[in-house]
Nanobody, 118 residues
Framework: QMRLVESGGGLVQPGGSLKLSCRAF????????MAWFRQAPGDKRDERDLIAGISPGFVPSYADSVMGRFTISRDNDMNTMYLEMMRLKPEDTATYYC?????????WGQGTQVTVSS
């Protein structure tokens, strides 16, 4: 059974950068559709927003809110997906989750906190 572990979150000033990683254990990601979601603190909807996805064929997609600032990538040899975040804004503050969809179903990581504040 696949297990996902995110890392790389932290506190960064507005305009700064961070790179998140999502490493898979237990099975390979090469046939998985991978994605990053985030959930802002105090979000009354209690939902996670899709911000970027990448297909098994390495085709990326982005939400409008992060287009041009965030870059999603995957390294199947390392069994890891990445999210490079640039020009961060306070409204990017959230818990970031990675997700894999494959023959096992839908698998979520535990999340990593990103705080953008001066």
């Amino acid at each position: 059974q696949m297990r996902l572990v995110e890392s790389g979150g932290g506190l960064v000033q507005p305009g700064g950068s961070l790179k998140l990683s999502c490493r898979a254990f237990g099975s390979i990601i090469s046939r998985s559709t991978m994605a990053w979601f985030r959930q802002a603190p105090g979000d009354k909807r209690d939902e996670r927003d899709l911000i970027a996805g990448i297909s098994p064929g390495f085709v990326p997609s982005y939400a409008d809110s992060v287009m041009g600032r965030f870059t999603i990538s995957r390294d199947n040899d390392m069994n890891t997906m990445y999210l490079e975040m640039m020009r961060l804004k306070p409204e990017d503050t959230a818990t970031y989750y990675c997700r894999a969809v494959n023959s096992e179903g839908v698998i979520w990581g535990q999340g990593t906190q990103v705080t953008v504040s001066s």
